[in-house]
Structure formats: structure tokens, C-alpha cells
């Protein structure tokens, strides 16, 4: 495409958000009926049971079910995907990550079902490299997240009363296979780690770089397991990245970069926005007050807010700019 062509596609595009969003907010605002949200709501729980049902029936213990072969995805034995794959540590990611979606949709004999053979199956003691953010929040926030419901049910409803706190102490057991990630010159942590040997490889001692979203998305779940566990070591962890992720803020406007030197602290893209790389560091500063109450957080939030509203918020639009702006 021509660069003249370029300009005009990119001219025309910008011309139909604006058109788009004065249409939006010059309509009459309608509400759905209570049949549409009924309707709506059904379908979604269709969706989740044609793609649950299907992994249960076809790829279980499976991290993923591969959707044209209708096989599960191993880690090691299926065609490697690349960094995508670092999610996958051959420890049923989709259903420990389901657990708390079939609480919601009010399905406690499978959830019941679902936890069983979490607690019999699944083991992280593996030789792989797995994404400490995705492990984080699906893995232990999954399990977490599971504990927690399943106590409730046990005191309102007395059911499931087999269960032992089984999901806790595999969620400790997660947690202190992550806690090596965390041995930085900064305290943020390393972007992979080995579920069994922690950093004691030369693919991730040299690994240095991280994203903000990686670095800053650790505080909710590893409070959460120093609460549950009285083990303060994951949430003073967790509090320490999240302080050195601050003091790497610009401090002319408040913004943060993208990626950033574990050991060094510097900025290796000095890019900022609200997308990908980014994003789930502002959502957990704004979480980490709700959950914990501390006003630092809160704090950093609205600076952060501020900033994005000055430098990044451009009439309908969020535009990455450098954060040294």
C-alpha cells in the first residue's frame, strides 16, 4: 500500500470512530428487557458448556484442547507454539482455571466434580518454563479463588465436606515454585520460571526483560496466599515489586513504560499506553486498595489515572506515547 493510501485508509477509519461515537452518544440510551438479558444470559452459558464439555470430554488433563484435532495440548509433546506456550506447565491450566466459573453459574455438583480431580491429578512438580503471569493469575489465582468459594459453600450450604483445604496447600506449593522468579537486583521478577528449578538455567538468568503488566500483576493473588497461608513471604514479595515498579515511574508526568531490566531498573521500551504490556499493572494497583485497603495504592492509581487522562486519552481514542512526554 502506498503511503498516500495509507494516510487516507487511516484518515477514513479515524473519520468512522468519530461518526461512530457521536451516533453513540447522541442515541436515546435503551435498556434490555428482562427477556433479552435472560436470552443473553443462556447463551453464554451454552458457549461455556460447548467449550468445557468438549475439553473435559477430549483433552482433560490436558493444559488446552487443540480446537481442529479435538486433542489435548501438552507442553513437550505437542508442536511448540513459541512464547504463547509458556502459559502451559502440563498442569490442566483450562479446568483449574474453569473452577470459580462454575461456582458463578451455579453448577456445585460439577464444581465438586472439578475439584476432586484437581486435588488427584494435577502436580507442579514438572521440568518446564512457565510465564510467572500466567501462572500467577490462572494457576494460583485459579486454585485461590476455588478455596475460597469452596470454604463458603461449606458454611452456607454444608456441602462438599470432604474437603480438607486440599487447593490451599496447592496453591502454597505454586506460590514458593514462583518466589524464585522474584531474586532480582530490583525484587521484580523474572518473566519465566522453572517449575522445578527456579532460575537455574542460562536461558532465564539471561532473560532480564519484563513487562510492566508482568511485573505489576502479582500483588492480589500473592497477598491473598500470604492471608490465607500466614506466610507473609509472597506478599512482601509482591509489595516490593509493585514499590519498584513505582519508582520507575517518569516523574514529570506519571507514566510508565512497557519493558523494563529486572537487575538494572532501566527502561528498555519507553512506550506507554493502556494495551498490552501495560494494562493489568494499572488494574492492580486500583485492586491491591480494594483488597488490602492500603492508600498507597489508591494513590498510585489516580496519579496513574491522571496521567493517562492528560497524555494518552485523545477524544475517542488511547494513544501510546513515550512516557518521558
Known amino acids: 500500500m502506498l503511503f498516500s493510501e495509507s494516510v487516507l485508509f487511516i484518515c477514513i477509519f479515524v473519520s468512522t470512530l468519530l461518526v461512530s461515537f ?8 435503551k435498556h434490555m428487557t428482562k427477556e433479552e ?29 487443540m480446537p ?31 473452577l470459580d466459573t462454575l461456582v458463578v453459574l451455579g453448577d456445585l455438583a460439577e464444581f465438586a466434580h472439578a475439584v476432586k480431580l484437581v486435588i488427584k491429578d494435577v502436580c507442579f512438580d514438572n521440568d518446564i518454563v512457565v510465564s510467572v503471569f500466567e501462572t500467577n493469575i490462572r494457576v ?52 519465566r ?5 527456579g532460575i537455574k538455567s542460562d536461558r532465564l538468568e539471561y532473560a532480564r526483560e519484563t513487562c510492566t503488566a508482568c511485573a505489576g500483576s502479582m ?34 508526568s506519571d507514566l510508565m513504560g512497557t519493558v523494563l531490566n529486572v537487575h538494572s531498573g532501566d527502561w528498555v521500551r519507553r512506550d ?7 494494562d493489568s499493572y494499572y488494574e492492580y494497583c486500583l485492586k491491591a486498595y480494594i483488597l488490602l485497603g492500603d ?25 501510546d506515547v513515550h512516557m518521558h512526554r
Not at 506507554?272 to 501495560?278: D, E, N, T, Y
Not at 498507597?296 to 493517562?308: P, S
Request: glycine share 8%; with cysteine; hydrophobic share 40%.
Open 219 to 252: 500483588i492480589l493473588e500473592m497477598a491473598a496466599l500470604s492471608r490465607l497461608t500466614g506466610e507473609r513471604e509472597f506478599e512482601e514479595r509482591a509489595h516490593k515489586a509493585m514499590d519498584a515498579l513505582w519508582k520507575m515511574r517518569h516523574r514529570g
Open 140 to 191: 494460583l489465582g485459579g486454585l485461590l479463588s476455588a478455596h475460597i468459594l469452596t470454604d463458603y459453600l461449606q458454611q452456607r450450604d454444608g456441602i462438599m465436606p470432604w474437603y480438607k483445604g486440599e487447593l490451599l496447600s496447592m496453591a502454597k506449593d505454586v506460590g514458593y515454585r514462583l518466589l524464585p522468579a522474584f531474586n532480582t537486583t530490583t525484587g521484580i521478577p523474572y518473566a
Open 272 to 278: 506507554s499506553g493502556v494495551g498490552a504490556g501495560i
Open 22 to 29: 457521536q451516533i453513540c452518544v447522541c442515541e436515546d440510551v
Open 37 to 65: 438479558r435472560v436470552l443473553l444470559r443462556e447463551e453464554a452459558r451454552d458457549m461455556f458448556y460447548h467449550a468445557y464439555n468438549a475439553y473435559m470430554e477430549n483433552a482433560y488433563p490436558a493444559d488446552e484442547l
Open 295 to 319: 492508600n498507597k495504592y489508591l494513590n498510585r492509581f489516580n496519579r496513574h489515572y491522571n496521567a493517562v487522562m492528560k497524555y494518552i486519552s485523545q477524544g475517542p481514542l488511547l494513544l
Open 68 to 98: 481442529l484435532s479435538c486433542a489435548g495440548r501438552y507442553r513437550g509433546v505437542s508442536p511448540n507454539r513459541g512464547d504463547i506456550d509458556d502459559s502451559m506447565g502440563n498442569f490442566s491450566l483450562t479446568l483449574i482455571d474453569t
Open 193 to 197: 520460571v522453572n517449575l522445578k528449578h
